[in-house]
């Protein structure tokens, strides 16, 4: 976890089924990082699709 939050939220290092709902409670309480993460991860996800 150290390494994800080191690594800017890199939702590569850590498991899908972890990083999003982390990312999401983060940004929920107010971590402007967490929240611009999140919405590139989902616009990523997307895009890729």
């Known amino acids: 976890m150290q390494a994800w939050v080191e690594n800017d939220y890199n939702t590569n290092i850590m498991h899908s089924n972890l990083a999003f709902p982390l990312l999401q ?3 929920e309480i107010g971590d402007i990082k967490a929240r611009n993460k999140l919405k590139d991860a989902i616009f990523n996800m ?3 699709k």
């Open 46 to 48: 997307f895009e890729e």
């Open 25 to 27: 409670k983060l940004a």
